[in-house]
Structure formats: structure tokens, C-alpha cells
């Protein structure tokens, strides 16, 4: 098995919006190894998020090559992007994006039980004990803090056990010491599934707690500041 | 309020986005309502034009059994300027080819040559009446209907028979201009001349007839004057006057009250459109929470803001009630002549205000109900939601004062179709089942979210992932159970109830009264008929039970010395003329409840037993006089006796029977019922025809056919109103699922983000929607099975029996619409891509 976590290459990103094309991510090219944490900065616009998305196969790039684990993710069309993500990946969204009609327990079994797993519902049990919240397994999102709810989101994605993690500004709705107690959580799960991880974040100091810190400036990996 | 006002301006520049469900729902319900009421009243303007064609005349005298005496005609021809005498009788057309015999009931209209005073009857082959009655060489001639030539495979030119009369067919009868108001008939129409019929035997003493004679009245004739001379001079003759300032009024009544059922259901449309337009204002305020709590942090106060959004939704009110009217008083406009070619009545399709009206005030105060509950919650959005999330106000019910407007509404609403409707008593009823059918749908909301809530979380459902998902998404906050079961719910039980109805209505007819009918329903037996008669039907292996009993009709004229109806109210009884008959003994079917039935050989003065539960609603008591008018001849008779009459098994069942002595002399005809096997009805009615020309066999079973039909007619129409009030139901459907569009965009791409193919995630929509139209359906048809037993059993009188043909198409129903729109709205979501969904939402 390739020991590339994620390879991209000349990845182009164009978006039509209400002032014409725009151009997200322009000419990037990157690896991130197996295993390796990496964090993602830059200034609000910079593509740091997008990059994400299409690291993720949740946005398709307008050209060039996105493999994961070997996998080229451009080729793949948008069910078996499904599918890798599944077995592979776990996400985490700055605004947590629970779904609001199902508890904690729920939300945390749904990705398991569609890769197919009997034990979905012990093993997301087991997740939210790790992130401490088993007592609130019942409650359905609007029941819960943001800490708490964003807690979810981190064992949802943690739950398949999947071999990336892409986080997405974890923090940025939650107070310090909350965001704090996220980010040991996400290091911590990281750490004990062996993942790599893909952090977006504005903070310097959750950067630095990463192998490697990539800078984006304009869609571009910015040399000065961190590289490839 | 100028502050408001101002507010209100700037807010409404956003358009009328996010308002079409709102706008389409009090429009569809205004329309609905106003297309009923012009309708009905252009086609109460066409029978008012042509009430004389209508009615023959400008006036009319009608006798039973007789003609007029010459005093009556002397009068009538004294008055009137010219008078037309016009007969009219069931019997039998006979048509013989080979030997073989065919019979058809037949309306025969026996006429004068005066008939049509006003209007024309239309003849195909083209000719004028008097041509075709007077027929070929000496043979009279006879016009005929359709459907009558078409069952005994008539052509022009053949010749058939009415009693022992030969008639040669001369022509079809294409318009009959005096036919729409004359009410029920079980034969289709044939004319001839009433001189061709003196040799028939079809007008004998004591047969069943009706003598009409229609009056061309001088120019400015009082009507009412004239009305009133005619009842002071022949009060007790038996003589009913009609004229045309009502010229066809038992058709005026059907078309008013087909019209008052029609706006009933408009107004449970209307219900299912206001939860449609409090789904909208509701999510329109719930857009609005970040303005209103920016609003509250500058100042404006609660009532400002209330008052701001109330002119807001007032207007769009404006809006959705002016494009209802436009609609509901085009729609007659445009569709005039294709109603005009398919109603047997006379229409005239114009813009009439009063409906109009009607309709927007219901539009008006239905709008008002629905809105102010999610409006009054506007004033409880604190400034601080700005700060601490988007949430609305978290009270569930509105301030009492609120509470107490939207009862005072609901009240000024029923109290408005109370009054306008003109049936008061089934409005009230009306009200009280849409209103229970409300709280019934809220409960079963309530209900099937807490059920799916369950399910959701049911350890069977765990690995089932687009079931559980579906159970989640319905039971789960946020969920759409409540306002889908609601809306569509309610449409699919006014559907549900009507199916319910009508069905059993059929099965009535059709099913049950078979059972216990009889096969032929006999008239105008003579007397010296009747031992042979009985010799031949007694006689038949394949009959089980003949009934005969002398018949005369009467009309009940005064209780107690006083006027009939100053005394019992405008009951059905005292409705034109009765049957009457007289007994020696009570049969043995009799069942008295009161009294005594006269001693056997009884001579004494004329006593009557009176059916007990009509004496009971007119409040008879034993003891009680009563004056009828038999052959213009007053009998008046001392009530001793009171029994049990079931109309329901068609057998014979008279409300006022007499000891022979008061009636004997009085010539008269006798009807009888005939029990028999179907194999042995064709033969029996075959003889009795040869033997005895005069008398009319009616088929029981035909007569059944024919009132299913009509009933079929009436649940048809009333079927179309149900399915307005279910698209309105749709409507409100499609506008949640539109509104939950952007949910499910969202809610398809995290499920894609975790892993989700887009089969599973298209699975768990679809399961979704299944849920949600399951639930809607099979609630519908519990509380429309619940309406279908209250008026089976409380307002027909009959045993109620589910009817699950009905109730699958509802369930089916639901599911379909909830199914389509689902997946029509499925469709962006699955498109969408994640990553743009998921950042709308950051």
C-alpha cells in the first residue's frame, strides 16, 4: 500500500459565483504522508477550506490529480467518492453539521452502519465514551452546546476508524477552553487510530501542534511560510 | 403605526418569494368557494329567467287522480288568458315483434293542443308536436326519448302500445322545455295527445295520475293575489298551486343545497389551505428572527413589530384572496359552455357579487385564524437571539389575549356559514367535524412523531439504515409529521369520508334492500281486477309473497281544525299529496305502538292510524283530528291508533291508513308487491301486461339502478369539491417539501460526507415520504370512516359498514402524493455537491 496519504497534482478549483468565475485553488501541488498531521493556514479566503473539500472528494477539482491512499479521487464519480470516504475518511466542519433530527448516538452510527458494521451501534457507543459523552448519547443536537455537539461530530468521524481526518476549523465557534479541550480530543483520537490528519485553522498555536504547517495565500501554496 | 407601516413597506421589497405556498392556498380555497356560489347562483338566475318555460305556464294547477271539475276549470280559464291540461302517469310502452312482447316504464305526458305555452319541443326528425301526436292515417302518434326508443329498439315509424292503445312513433323527443323541473322520474318521457288516450283504460277512475293545467296569465298578473284567491276558493279541493315566481322549486332547493354541501367543502379546502398558509408565515418569521431581534436591539417594540408583519401578511392576504375571486368568478365564465351543455338546467353565467363576498370573507377570516398564531409568536423573539443562535420564541401557545382573537374569529367564521349557508344545522356539524378533524390530525402529528421517534431508536431498526433514517428524520425535531398529516391529512379525509358515504349509500341501495324487496311494485290495479290478478301471481311456484292493499292519495289539509302546517312545521307529510290506504285489520306485519286499531265491521266515524314516528315529529297524539283531502273531498278522522311503517325494504308502507268505511266509496286503484325468484319476474310481468294493459309494473331492481345513479351523480360532484380541497392538500405539500428543500440538500450532503451512495440516501427520502403518507392516509380514513358512520348511522338512518376499497385508494393516495413530491424535491439534494451544501451552512 502506497505510503502517500494524499498526493495532489496541479490542482486547479474554479467556482461560478454571483460575481463570475472565481479561482479557488490554482496550480497545487502537495503530498501528505501516511500517518503525518498537517496544518492548513492562511489568511479568510485563501482556498484553506476548499482544499480541504477536494482533499476530501467533497468538491471536485476543475483539473489536475487528487489521489487518496493510492486512489485517484478525480476519476471516482460521486458514489464511490461515497463509498472511499466511508471506509477511509472522517470529517469535521467548523459548524459541526450533526444532523438535527437524530440523537448523538445517531449521528455517530450512521457512518458505520452504512459501511455495512453490525456492531454500528456499540462501537458508536463506544466513540462517545471516548469523547466523554455517553450520558448524552439520547439527546439530539439542539439539546446540546456547541462543545458538546462539535464532540459529536469528532467521534462521527473518528467512529470507521478511517485512515485521513480532515478537520475544517474545529474551533471556530467555540471558546478557548472549549476549542482547547476539541483540539487534545482530536490530536488524542488522531494519535489512537493512527491517522493522518489535515487541520484547517487560523490559530498558530493548533498549527504548530502539527508535523508540518502549509501556508495558503491566493490559492497558492505560499514558499515563505511553509511548503510542500 | 406609521412606524409599522414604514417597516412593512421595506420588508415586502423582498418580493413575493418564499409566499407562493400562502398565496396558492387561500387563493385555491377562495376560488373553490367562489366557483360553487356563482355557479350556483347563475344557474338560480336561469332557473328564475326561464321559470315559466320551466314551469309550462306562468302558472300552474295541479290535481292527483283527477281533472278539474268545471268550477276549477271555469275558474283557471276565467283568470288565465289561455289554459293548457296536461296528464301525466307512469305505465308501460309495449312494442310486439313476432308474437314476443318488449315492455319499458315509461313517463307518459299526455297533452292538449295548447301544450307548450312557453318554449318548444324540439323533435328529431324535425317537425312541429301537433304533426308527430297526430300521427299517421289512424294510428295516433307518439314522441319518445332516447334511451326509452333505444331499450325497445324502437325506429321512427314503428308501432308500440300504452294500455290497449296503439301509437305510431313519429319522432325523438331532443327537448322537453317544461322536463328539468320536474323532479324524479323512473321512466324516460313519451308524449302523445290526451284525445288518443280515451280508449287506453289508462285513465280510469282511481288510477294513478296527475292532472297539471298550465295558465297564460295577462300581462302584471299577480301572482301572489292570485295564489292567495286560488287557495281561499279551493282550499279543501286538493288543488296545489305552483307559478313562476318559483317555478321548479324542488330543483331550486336541490341546486341551493347541492351548493351549500359544495361550499361546505370549500370551507374544509379553505381549513386545509390555512394550515398551508401558517406553515408559510411561519417560516417566513422564522427567516425573519435575525431582523425582528435587530429591530428589537434598535428599539421597536413587541406590538411594532406585530403590527409591522401583521400589514405584511394582510396585504399577501389581499393578494391571495383578490387572485381567488378572479379565479373562482372566471372559472364558471370560462367554462359556461361546457356546464351549460351537460346541466339538464337552464344557467346564466355572470360576475355575481354576493358570492364573492362570501367567498372573501371566509378567505378574510380564515387567513386571520391561521395567521395570528405564528404572528403573535413574533412578539416574544428577544433581542438577545441575535447573540445566542436564531431560535425562535420558545413558548408553544401565544398570549391568552391572542388565544382569545383567534377563538372570537373562528367563531365569527362558523357563525358566517351558519348563516349564508342555509342548512345551519349541518354547517354546525360541519365545523364541529373539520374542527375535530383538526385536533384528531394534531394528535395523530403528535403521535406518529413520537412513534417514529421510537422506532428510531429501536435496536430492529439498527442496521436498517434508510429506515431508521426515515423514522429519524419524521420523529426527530424539526420534523415535518405535524403539518404533512395535517394538511394532506385533512384533504384525504374529506375525500375518505365522502368514499365512506357514498359507498355505503350504494351498498344500501344496491345490497341490502334486494334482500327484502320485492321484485315488482304493481299500480293502478282495479278492483275488478285484483281476484285475477292474485289467481295468476298466487298461483306462481316461483313467487313467495304477494301484498296488496287499496291505494288513494290524499292530502293532509288541517290537524284539529287548525291548517296542517301552522300546526306540524313544513314536514315532509304535508309535502304535496300522500298515499292512503284502508284496512279492515292490521296486517300481519302491523306493529301498533299506541292505540287501538278499529274493531272488525267497524262503521262508526272515519278513525285513523297514523305512522308513529313521523306523528311523533309532527307531534300527533291520539285523539287528534285530522282533515284529508281525497278527490277534492274533505274525510276528517279521529287518530286512534299510531304503528310501526319501515320505508326501508320498499314494501308497501302507507302513513295514513283509514277503516274501510271512510274510504271504500271513494274509487280508487290497488297497489301490490310481488315477491318472487328472478327466474319467475320475466314471466309474471309478461302476463300481467297481456291480461291487464293498464296496469304498470315497476322492476324494483330498475328503480334501485336508477337511484344509484343518481346518487352516483350527486357523490360525483361532491367527489370533485373533496378533490379541490385534497389539491389544496397538495399544494401545502409541495410547498413543505419545497421549504424542507434546502434541509434535504444539506441533510444529502453530510449524508454523502460519512459515506452515504446516493441510492441510500434517494432509499431514505423515499421511505420518508412513505411514512409520512402512510401516516396521513390511514389517519384520514379513521377520522373519515368516523365521518361516514356519524351520517350513515345519525343522518340516513342505516348500519354502517366499513368500506376498504375506498380506504385503500385514500392510504394509496397519500402515499403516492408524498412519494412524488418527495422525490421531486429529492432530486436537487442528490445533485448537489457536498462541499458547496455543507459551506452554505457555515
Redesign the interface.
Known amino acids: 500500500m502506497s505510503e502517500t496519504a494524499l498526493d495532489l497534482k496541479d490542482v486547479c478549483l474554479s467556482l461560478d459565483g454571483n460575481a463570475g468565475r472565481v479561482e479557488i485553488l490554482r496550480d497545487l501541488t502537495l503530498q501528505v504522508e501516511r500517518g503525518e498531521t498537517v496544518g492548513l493556514v492562511g489568511p479568510s479566503g485563501s482556498g484553506k477550506s476548499s482544499l480541504l473539500m477536494v482533499m476530501g472528494g467533497l468538491e471536485r477539482a476543475t483539473s489536475g490529480q487528487v489521489s487518496a491512499l493510492g486512489r485517484d479521487l478525480s476519476a471516482a464519480g460521486e458514489d464511490a467518492l461515497a463509498r472511499f470516504r466511508r471506509t477511509h475518511m472522517g470529517v469535521v466542519f467548523q459548524s459541526f453539521h450533526l444532523i438535527g433530527t437524530m440523537t448523538a448516538l445517531e449521528n455517530v452510527a450512521t457512518p458505520l452502519e452504512l459501511a455495512g458494521h453490525r456492531d454500528a451501534f456499540d462501537r458508536a457507543l463506544q466513540e462517545l465514551e471516548a469523547v466523554g459523552l455517553r450520558d448524552r448519547a439520547d439527546h439530539y443536537p439542539k439539546q446540546m452546546s456547541g462543545g458538546e455537539q462539535q464532540r459529536v461530530a469528532l467521534a462521527r468521524a473518528a467512529a470507521p476508524r478511517p485512515d485521513i481526518l480532515l478537520a475544517d476549523e474545529p474551533t471556530g465557534n467555540l471558546d478557548g477552553t472549549t476549542g482547547a479541550m476539541i483540539m487534545d480530543l482530536l490530536f488524542d483520537l488522531r494519535e489512537r487510530h493512527g491517522s493522518t490528519l489535515v487541520l484547517v485553522t487560523h490559530a498558530p498555536e493548533l498549527a504548530a501542534r502539527c508535523d508540518r504547517v502549509i501556508r495558503l495565500v491566493d490559492g497558492r501554496i505560499d514558499a515563505a511560510g511553509g511548503g510542500a | 403605526m406609521r412606524q409599522a407601516w414604514r417597516i412593512a413597506r421595506r420588508e415586502l421589497r423582498g418580493g413575493l418569494r418564499g409566499f407562493w405556498t400562502f398565496l396558492i392556498c387561500l387563493a385555491l380555497g377562495v376560488a373553490a368557494i367562489a366557483a360553487v356560489g356563482s355557479a350556483a347562483r347563475g344557474i338560480e338566475a336561469g332557473l328564475s329567467r326561464d321559470a315559466a318555460a320551466l314551469l309550462g305556464g306562468d302558472a300552474e294547477a295541479e290535481f292527483t287522480y283527477r281533472f278539474a271539475t268545471d268550477v276549477e276549470r271555469g275558474w283557471l280559464e276565467e283568470i288565465a288568458e289561455e289554459v293548457s291540461e296536461i296528464v301525466d302517469f307512469r305505465s308501460m310502452a309495449v312494442v310486439t315483434r313476432g308474437g314476443e312482447a318488449e315492455r319499458a316504464l315509461t313517463q307518459v305526458k299526455a297533452v292538449d293542443g295548447g301544450y307548450p305555452l312557453y318554449g318548444e319541443v324540439v323533435l328529431a326528425p324535425q317537425m312541429p308536436l301537433a304533426q308527430a301526436l297526430a300521427g299517421v292515417g289512424d294510428l295516433p302518434g307518439a314522441v319518445m326519448e332516447a334511451a326509452l326508443i333505444d331499450r325497445l329498439g324502437l325506429e321512427v315509424g314503428d308501432t308500440l302500445a300504452l294500455g290497449t292503445q296503439d301509437f305510431v312513433l313519429m319522432a325523438r323527443i331532443e327537448r322537453e322545455p317544461d322536463n328539468a323541473g320536474g323532479g324524479f322520474s323512473l321512466g324516460p318521457r313519451t308524449i302523445v295527445a290526451t284525445l288518443a288516450l280515451a280508449g287506453s283504460g289508462l285513465l280510469a277512475e282511481g288510477t294513478l295520475f296527475e292532472t297539471q293545467y298550465r295558465m297564460r296569465l295577462p300581462e302584471g298578473a299577480n301572482l301572489t293575489a292570485l295564489k292567495a284567491e286560488a287557495a281561499e276558493r279551493f282550499e279543501s279541493t286538493g288543488l296545489r298551486w305552483r307559478d313562476s315566481s318559483n317555478g321548479a322549486p324542488g330543483l331550486g332547493r336541490f341546486v341551493d343545497r347541492m351548493r351549500s354541501f359544495l361550499v361546505l367543502v370549500g370551507l374544509a379546502g379553505l381549513a386545509v389551505g390555512g394550515v398551508g398558509v401558517s406553515a408559510a408565515v411561519r417560516a417566513y418569521l422564522a427567516s425573519k428572527t435575525e431582523v425582528i431581534a435587530t429591530l428589537k436591539t434598535l428599539g421597536a417594540e413587541g406590538r411594532v413589530i406585530f403590527a409591522a408583519y401583521l400589514m405584511q401578511i394582510g396585504l399577501l392576504s389581499l393578494v391571495g384572496i383578490t387572485a381567488g375571486l378572479i379565479l373562482g368568478a372566471g372559472l364558471p365564465l370560462i367554462f359556461a359552455p361546457l356546464i351549460e351543455a351537460r346541466l339538464p338546467l337552464p344557467a346564466v353565467f355572470a360576475i355575481y357579487p354576493a358570492p364573492l363576498l362570501e367567498a372573501a370573507l371566509y378567505g378574510a377570516l380564515t387567513a386571520l385564524i391561521f395567521t395570528l398564531w405564528p404572528l403573535a409568536r413574533s412578539e416574544e423573539i428577544r433581542a438577545a437571539a441575535l447573540f445566542r443562535g436564531m431560535d425562535g420564541p420558545s413558548r408553544t401557545l401565544p398570549r391568552p389575549v391572542y388565544l382569545c382573537v383567534i377563538a372570537l374569529l373562528c367563531a365569527a367564521l362558523i357563525g358566517a356559514a351558519t348563516l349564508l349557508s342555509g342548512v345551519p344545522e349541518l354547517t354546525l356539524w360541519a365545523a364541529a367535524g373539520i374542527l375535530g378533524a383538526l385536533v384528531l390530525l394534531v394528535g395523530a402529528g403528535w403521535l406518529v412523531r413520537r412513534l417514529s421517534a421510537r422506532m428510531?431508536?429501536s435496536?430492529a431498526l439498527?442496521?436498517r439504515?434508510a429506515l431508521?433514517?426515515a423514522f429519524?428524520?419524521v420523529?426527530?425535531?424539526?420534523?415535518e409529521a405535524a403539518s404533512v398529516v395535517l394538511s394532506l391529512g385533512l384533504g384525504l379525509t374529506v375525500l375518505a369520508a365522502v368514499g365512506q358515504i357514498d359507498a355505503n349509500l350504494r351498498g344500501a341501495i344496491a345490497r341490502d334492500l334486494p334482500e327484502v324487496a320485492p321484485s315488482y311494485f304493481v299500480v293502478d290495479i282495479q278492483s275488478d281486477q285484483l281476484p285475477g290478478f292474485m289467481e295468476r301471481v298466487e298461483g306462481d311456484a316461483g313467487v313467495s309473497r304477494v301484498d296488496t292493499a287499496p291505494m288513494l292519495r290524499g292530502i293532509i289539509t288541517s290537524i284539529n281544525g287548525q291548517p296542517a302546517r301552522d300546526v306540524a312545521g313544513p314536514h315532509w307529510v304535508l309535502r304535496g299529496d300522500r298515499g292512503v290506504t284502508y284496512s279492515a285489520a292490521p296486517t300481519e306485519q302491523t306493529k301498533i305502538t299506541a292505540g287501538e286499531w278499529w274493531p272488525e265491521g267497524y262503521s262508526g266515524p272515519p278513525q285513523i292510524s297514523f305512522a308513529s314516528e313521523e306523528a311523533e315529529e309532527m307531534g300527533l297524539s291520539l285523539g287528534d283530528e285530522m282533515t284529508v283531502n281525497i278527490l277534492g273531498r274533505d274525510i276528517t278522522g279521529t287518530i286512534t291508533s299510531f304503528r310501526e311503517v319501515d320505508f326501508s325494504t320498499a314494501g308497501i308502507g302507507f302513513i295514513l291508513s283509514m277503516n274501510p268505511g271512510a274510504l271504500a266509496g271513494a274509487p280508487h286503484s290497488h297497489i301490490a308487491t310481488i315477491y318472487a325468484e328472478e327466474e319467475a319476474e320475466g314471466a309474471i310481468a309478461r302476463d300481467l301486461a297481456q291480461s291487464y294493459p293498464n296496469i304498470t309494473t315497476i322492476r324494483v331492481r330498475d328503480a334501485v339502478e336508477r337511484v344509484a345513479e343518481i346518487v352516483g351523480g350527486l357523490a360525483a360532484a361532491i367527489t370533485y369539491g373533496a378533490a379541490a380541497t385534497l389539491l389544496t392538500g397538495v399544494v401545502v405539500l409541495i410547498g413543505a417539501a419545497a421549504a424542507g428543500e434546502r434541509q434535504r440538500v444539506?441533510?444529502a450532503?453530510?449524508?454523502?460526507?460519512?459515506?452515504?451512495?446516493?441510492?441510500?440516501i434517494l432509499g431514505y427520502f423515499a421511505l420518508r415520504s412513505l411514512l409520512l403518507g402512510l401516516a396521513a392516509g390511514v389517519v384520514a380514513v379513521f377520522a373519515g370512516a368516523l365521518a361516514g358512520w356519524a351520517v350513515t348511522v345519525f343522518v340516513m338512518e342505516g348500519t354502517y359498514r366499513f368500506e376498504p376499497v375506498s380506504a385503500v385508494l385514500v392510504i394509496g393516495g397519500g402515499i403516492g402524493a408524498t412519494i412524488l413530491t418527495g422525490l421531486v424535491f429529492a432530486l436537487r439534494p442528490l445533485a448537489a455537491?457536498?462541499?458547496?451544501a455543507?459551506?452554505a451552512?457555515?
Open positions: 428510531a431508536k435496536r439498527r442496521g439504515t431508521r433514517l429519524g428524520a420523529g426527530g425535531p424539526g420534523g444539506f441533510e450532503a453530510l449524508l454523502k460526507t460519512v459515506g452515504a451512495v446516493r441510492g441510500q455537491r457536498p462541499a458547496r455543507l459551506r451552512r457555515e
